[in-house]
DNA sequence: TTCAATTTAATCGTGTACGATTTAATCTTA
DNA sequence: TAAGATTAAATCGTACACGATTAAATTGAA
C-alpha cells in the first residue's frame, strides 16, 4: 500500500535518463569537432536563424543568460560564432555565425544524423513521442503559470 | 531541400527541454523542503533501497562518484543521510537516510504528488510515454556498446 | 524633459554532470 | 605470498544550468 514511489516508476525519471543519453549519445559525435552537446543546439539554433540577440537566443534554448553568456563566449573562442553589440540598441548583443559554423554545418549535421539513424527509431516512434513530450511541456507550464 | 536541422523537430530537443521542465517543476516543489530535485531522486533511491554503496546508488542514478560524492556530501551536511564506510570492504562506503528524510518522506512524496496531478496527465499517456522512453533509452545504450 | 520603470546582458553563488586521474583496498595468480 | 590487476571512492578540471543581483541603456509618463 505504500511504495508508489520508485525511481523506474517515475516519469519525471525516465526523462531524465533519456536526456542524459542524449547527451552521451550525442557528445561522442560532437567530441571531434570540439563541440559539446549544448553547444551543438546554439549551433543548430543559429543555422536556423542566424544574427539573434542573447534574449531571443535564451528563449529559443530556454535558457537564461547565466548560462549563455559564459557559452557564448567559449564558443567565440572556438571560432563558431561572434559576439557584436547592437549600434541601434546598445543593450542588445546579436550573435553571429562565423565561417567555421557555416563550413562545418553539413559535415557535423551528417555525422549526427548518421548515429541517429543507427538507434534505429521508428519514423512513427519518433513522431508520437515529440507529440506526447509537447503536450507534456505544454501542461507543465500551463501549471506554473 | 536543407533545413530538416530545426530545433522544434529534434526530439534530443524535445527531451532535452522537457527535462528542463520538470526539473523547475520539481524545484519549486522542493525547495522549500531544502532539497534540490537531483537530491529529491536520491532520496526516492534511498526510500526504495536503504544502506547502499556509492557505486549502487550511481548505477540506480546513471551517476558517476565525480556528481555523488559531493551531493551526497551536502545531503549529509543537511541531516538527510549518512555514509559509513563498510568494516568488511573499506573500498565500499554506505549510505543510510537519516530520521529526517523517513520522517519527511510522506509529506514530500504528497507535495510532489499533488503537483504532478495538477498537470493533469492521462494514466494512459504517462505509461505510454514511460514505454517508449524505456525503448528510446535503450536503442541508444545498445549503439553506443 | 526628466526621472522612475523597464529591458538587456553580465556577473555571482550554488549545484549538478562528466571524463580522467589518483589513492587505497582487495583480489589473483604465478 | 608478493606483484600485478582490479575495484571503489575521492579528487580535479571543465562545462552547463539556474535564480538573484547588478549595471547600463532605453522607454514612458507626468
Known amino acids: 500500500m ?3 514511489v520508485t525511481l523506474k516508476k517515475q516519469l519525471c525519471f525516465a526523462v531524465y535518463e533519456t536526456a542524459g543519453e542524449f ?4 557528445s ?3 567530441q571531434p569537432f570540439g ?3 549544448p553547444q551543438y543546439l546554439v549551433l543548430v539554433a543559429l543555422w536556423e536563424k542566424d544574427g539573434v540577440s542573447v534574449k531571443e ?3 529559443k534554448l530556454n535558457l537564461g543568460t547565466g548560462t549563455l553568456t559564459p557559452m557564448v563566449a567559449r564558443m567565440e573562442a572556438n571560432d563558431w560564432l561572434r559576439k557584436e553589440r547592437s549600434k541601434a540598441d546598445e543593450r542588445k548583443v546579436f550573435i553571429y ?3 567555421k559554423a557555416r563550413a562545418e554545418k553539413l559535415t557535423i549535421t551528417s ?3 548518421e548515429v541517429i539513424q543507427s538507434c534505429q527509431i521508428e519514423l512513427e516512434e519518433y513522431e508520437q513521442l515529440m507529440k506526447q513530450l509537447n503536450t507534456l511541456q505544454n501542461k507543465m507550464k500551463e501549471r506554473r503559470l
Chains 1, 2 share one sequence.
Open 57 to 59: 537566443l535564451g528563449e
Open 35 to 37: 563541440l559539446t552537446y
Open 97 to 99: 555565425l562565423e565561417e
Open 23 to 26: 547527451n552521451k549519445l550525442y
Open 111 to 113: 555525422k549526427v544524423a
Open 2 to 4: 505504500e511504495d508508489f
Open 28 to 30: 561522442s559525435v560532437l
